[in-house]
C-alpha cells in the first residue's frame, strides 16, 4: 500500500515543479523589466549602464591613462580594506557611504579624461553600483575595472596603503 502512495506523490510533486517552471517562464516573459533566459554572464557583459553601454575597462587601458595622470580612480570597497591596501593615489567612496561621502571629492572628480571605480573579485558589483551613481550624478567617462584590486596589485603596478578617506 505504501508504495502507490509514494508513486502518486512523486508525480504530483513533478507535476507541480513543471506547472510551477511553466508559470513562472510565463510572468517573466510579460514583465517589461523580466530576466533574459539567455545572455552572458560574464563579468564583463553584467557590468554595463541603464542603456546597454558596458562600463568595463581593461587593465593595459586603465594602466595607461594611470601613467599619463587622466584618470581618477574611486575604490567602491569598505574604509578598512582602503586602508589596508589600494590603487596608488585612487580616492576612497565606499559604496555604502557614498550618499554622505561623495560630496567630500566631488570636486577631485572634475577635470580628469576617466572616472575608473573598482572593488575586488569578478562578482563583486560595488564598483558597478558605484558607476551607475556616478553616471546619474552627470559624470559621463565612467569606467568599471572588474575584479580591480586583485588584478593591478598582481600586476605588479603601484599600490599603497593608507590614504585619503572621506570622513
Not at 595607461?64 to 584618470?71: K, T
Not at 591596501?85 to 577631485?108: K, N, R, T
Not at 546619474?136 to 575584479?147: A, H, K, P, Q, S
Request: glycine share 12%; hydrophobic share 45%; net charge negative.
Amino acid at each position: 500500500m505504501r508504495l502507490p502512495l509514494f508513486k502518486q506523490a512523486f508525480k504530483q510533486a513533478i507535476l507541480l515543479v513543471l506547472i510551477s517552471g511553466v508559470i513562472a517562464v510565463g510572468v517573466n516573459h510579460l514583465r517589461a523589466d523580466g530576466i533574459p533566459l539567455i545572455g552572458s554572464w560574464s563579468p564583463g557583459a553584467r557590468f554595463v549602464d541603464d542603456s546597454g553601454n558596458s562600463l568595463s575597462i581593461g587593465l593595459a587601458r586603465a594602466s595607461l591613462i594611470f601613467s599619463e595622470g587622466r584618470a581618477v580612480f574611486l575604490d567602491a570597497r569598505s574604509a578598512g580594506e582602503y586602508k589596508n591596501g589600494h590603487i596608488h593615489g585612487a580616492l576612497s567612496l565606499p559604496w555604502q557611504d557614498v550618499e554622505q561621502s561623495f560630496i567630500e571629492i566631488a570636486e577631485d572628480l572634475e577635470g580628469k579624461e576617466a572616472i575608473i571605480t573598482y572593488c575586488d573579485g569578478e562578482s563583486c558589483l560595488l564598483s558597478h553600483d558605484l558607476a551607475i551613481f556616478l553616471k546619474d550624478m552627470g559624470f559621463e567617462n565612467v569606467y568599471v575595472l572588474v575584479n580591480g584590486w586583485s588584478i593591478w596589485k598582481d600586476a605588479g603596478l603601484p599600490v599603497e596603503n593608507g590614504g585619503r578617506h572621506p570622513g
